[in-house]
């Protein structure tokens, strides 16, 4: 998160309603101190949220008390009220469930009366027994109240939904320049987590063997993270750069009792292959050059992309190759077509008994690791959002629109996207493919694992 001013949202409310709660769920983290007991918070908490992306300082304040202003409570309000000069919104917010009280109704009267944008929350409005407390805020003036529950983590898209107009380009990034630093201070520093795997005879084995040879710097195996599974950490200069950089081998190789061999090789070279990709972030899936593609590779790659790590293909042995080029196009063409999810996946030709193409294997999958870590900013994945749209608007389906109104990135690792909108249960799987296939290509993904999930803003009074 960027160190530079964010924008400042402060949770406003009586005593007890879960304003402390709300803090905690937004800040990710017990700082403020909840119990039962009204009043328990006395004075200001600061702290850094991100919720799905958009990023803001949220300031847990005091129970508005009706208390003489000499008093500790009447005090506790002119903090509250004190606080509120800074903010650039305030979440107000209420007990569905205990429903409007006068003091709630104070509250928002003075709300209204101030510069600062209200966000108007009905907390504790999970299950049914908040909807009277939601049907009654309407009667506050402050527009729709957002139903959330602070403890069990519900309506926090619609929450964002909110937010995002009014603090949206607020957000700390400014420039290309500082975009790119700030994604720099998001690439992954451990060592690259690496699995190779493939069908038996492949040439596994040989490969691994070749890339842990004399010439590297072994710094330990590891044993243990599977019954299954070891790591082997080591060190590979990139001969493109000349930068040692740190590398984690998951290795299934040698570990399997031969008494328990007792299934068909296919199968355990695809529980080998989940074993392995457990722990990796990056997977190379080694082929057979003298077999070329099987039906059974395409099984381990689109597990592999189906558990979201980055793919990587290499076809070993091509020092023994017929027809290289007719070969390597070939299954270039075959990938395509049998894992039309994600097209273009890299695809190297090595030998792992000469180590011909094995280094530029690893420049790339540190490559693929950087695509696959990257964070868009909020408001530049607004811009591309809007040109997309802008260029290919969603369908009309029986006439009825469809709206799609923002995205964020929820996750990296693998890139997962949020869009918000109404009617998105009619949306074509053709329009969901335009839009992924558009973030891969103008926001830098390449071939790596996408995934868009789709959230309309719940109506909480709907019967079901």
Same mark, same amino acid.
Not at 381 to 391: G, P, Q, T
């Given at each position: 998160m960027s160190s530079r001013k964010l924008p400042q949202v402060i949770v406003i409310g009586r005593p007890n309603v879960g304003k402390s709660t709300l803090f905690n769920r937004l800040v990710g983290k017990k700082l403020a101190l909840v119990d039962d007991q009204p009043g328990v918070t006395r004075d200001r908490r600061f702290g850094e949220a991100s919720l799905l992306g958009l990023d803001f300082t949220v300031? @847990?304040?005091? $129970?508005?008390? @009706?208390?003489?202003?000499?008093? /500790?409570?009447g005090r506790m309000r002119a903090q509250t009220e004190v606080s509120l000069k800074d903010a650039d919104v305030a979440l107000f917010v209420i007990d569905a469930r205990a429903g409007l009280t006068p003091l709630d109704e104070e509250i928002a009267r003075w709300l209204r009366g101030q510069d600062v944008p209200v966000v108007l929350l009905a907390n504790k409005a999970e299950g049914r027994a908040g909807e009277t407390g939601i049907l009654e805020a309407y009667a506050l003036g402050l527009g729709d109240p957002v139903p959330v529950s602070a403890e069990h983590g519900e309506g926090m898209g619609d929450l964002f939904e909110a937010l995002l107009p009014l603090i949206g380009d607020m957000q700390p990034v400014e420039d290309e320049f500082e975009e790119q630093a700030e994604e720099e201070d998001e690439a992954p520093r451990g060592p690259l987590k690496l699995a190779i795997v493939g069908r038996p005879n492949a040439g596994k084995s040989t490969l691994i063997n070749r890339l842990l040879g004399e010439d590297r710097l072994l710094t330990g195996p590891e044993a243990g993270i599977t019954r299954d599974s070891i790591a082997i950490d080591w060190e590979w200069t990139s001969p493109k750069?000349?930068?040692?950089?740190?590398?984690?081998?998951?290795?299934?190789? $040698?570990?399997?009792?031969?008494a328990k061999v007792v299934e068909k090789l296919e199968r355990l070279s695809v529980a080998d292959a989940r074993h392995a990709i457990d722990f990796a972030e990056v997977v190379v899936l080694l082929l057979d050059a003298t077999k070329g593609l099987e039906h059974q590779d395409l099984k381990i790659a689109d597990m592999v992309l189906q558990e979201g790590r980055a793919l990587m293909i290499a076809i070993n042995k091509w020092d023994v190759a017929e027809?290289? !080029?007719?070969?390597?196009? *070939?299954?270039?063409?075959?990938?395509?077509? $049998?894992?039309?999810?994600?097209?273009?996946?890299?695809?190297? !030709? #090595?030998?792992?008994?000469?180590?011909? $193409?094995? @280094? +530029?294997?690893?420049?790339?999958?540190?490559?693929?690791?950087? +695509?696959? !870590?990257?964070? #868009?900013?909020?408001?530049? /994945?607004?811009?591309?959002? @809007?040109?997309?749209?802008?260029?290919?608007?969603?369908? +009309?389906? *029986?006439?009825?629109?469809i709206k799609l109104r923002y995205i964020t990135q929820i996750k990296t690792r693998p890139p997962t996207f949020a869009i918000f909108g109404t009617r998105l249960d009619m949306l074509p799987k053709s329009y969901e493919r335009y839009l992924v296939n558009s973030i891969r290509k103008n926001l830098g993904f390449d071939a790596v694992p996408v995934r868009v999930n789709l959230r309309s803003p719940k109506n909480p009074f709907a019967k079901g």
């Open positions: 300031v @847990d304040t005091a $129970g508005w008390e @009706d208390e003489d202003p000499e008093t /500790l409570p750069t000349g930068e040692t950089r740190e590398i984690r081998l998951i290795d299934t190789a $040698g570990m399997r009792k031969k027809d290289p !080029s007719h070969l390597f196009n *070939g299954i270039r063409e075959a990938l395509n077509e $049998g894992l039309a999810q994600v097209r273009g996946v890299p695809l190297f !030709s #090595v030998s792992a008994r000469t180590g011909k $193409g094995l @280094d +530029a294997m690893l420049e790339a999958a540190f490559d693929l690791r950087e +695509a696959w !870590s990257k964070r #868009v900013p909020t408001a530049a /994945l607004n811009r591309w959002f @809007d040109d997309a749209l802008e260029a290919n608007p969603p369908p +009309a389906p *029986g006439g009825k629109r």
